[in-house]
């Protein structure tokens, strides 16, 4: 729904196999094309912007920068930059048998170097950077929110974006947790008191809960 050419998808792939050879992506190509083709396919009446959590090296930062060019969004990043807080409750085996430790530091690359790499292979022009712990910077927003990608591992992180993020999302808007194959996170989206007590919404439609690690939620923007 938001106008491009085949030659601008066709190069959109290209550079997303580009970012990934030079930047170090945990993703696969295919889970960045499923949210772009999302992103793409809300077209223009669905307002808002594109708010990325958790950034790692930059490798989806710069991937959705590109993507927000294109339908002429903002991306609003936000991770630490420092790596995991202390954290309890998040570790065992996923739903796909692998074991997951997040310990306190874990994953930390610093903004200098994800802001090069968006430099290099991105659209930084699209890109706002908020540094520090999500309750923190997502306290700040208040603008419309189109998609927001969710990819911060912990129980606590996912509680924050949705305490923040969800009342923000557009009419049509969409969550995409790339979270969705730890049992910790499973857990919660399934849990209705959660939802109405936390969110104060019924719970939402949502595809791939317990099956995938993409978990699509689709905001009802309805009060319980």
């Known amino acids: 729904k938001s106008p491009t050419t085949f030659s601008q998808r066709l190069n959109l792939i290209l550079n997303f196999y580009k970012i990934s050879y030079f930047v170090k992506c945990p993703h696969t190509e295919h889970e960045l094309l499923i949210i ?5 396919n809300l077209g223009p ?14 490798g989806s930062t710069a991937k ?16 630490s930059f420092e790596g995991f807080p202390q954290n309890t409750g998040a570790a065992g085996k996923s739903i796909f048998g692998r074991e997951q430790h997040f310990p306190k530091g874990g994953h930390a690359v610093s903004l200098e170097t994800v802001k090069n ?5 991105g ?27 969710l990819n911060g591992d912990l129980l606590q ?16 808007g969409v ?5 969705g194959h730890f049992p910790w996170i499973i857990e919660l989206l399934k849990d ?8 104060h919404v019924k719970k939402p439609p949502m595809q791939g809960l317990g099956t995938s690690k993409f978990v699509m939620i689709w905001p009802t923007n309805a009060e319980c």
């Open 192 to 199: 209705d008191n959660y939802w109405q007590q936390e969110i």
């Open 157 to 172: 992180s996912m509680k924050d974006c949705l305490h923040y993020l969800y009342p923000l999302i557009s009419k049509g």
């Open 45 to 58: 009446e669905v307002g808002g912007t594109i708010v990325e959590a958790g950034s790692f090296f930059g």
């Open 36 to 40: 772009a083709k999302l992103i793409l």
């Open 64 to 79: 959705l920068s590109l993507v927000a060019k294109l339908c002429n969004r903002q991306l609003l990043t936000c991770d």
């Open 175 to 179: 969550i995409i947790s790339q979270d």
């Open 117 to 121: 790499n968006v430099g290099k292979y």
């Open 123 to 149: 659209e930084i022009s699209r890109v706002t950077f908020y540094k520090g712990w999500f309750a923190d910077t997502m306290a700040q927003f208040h603008q419309p929110v189109a998609v927001a990608c």
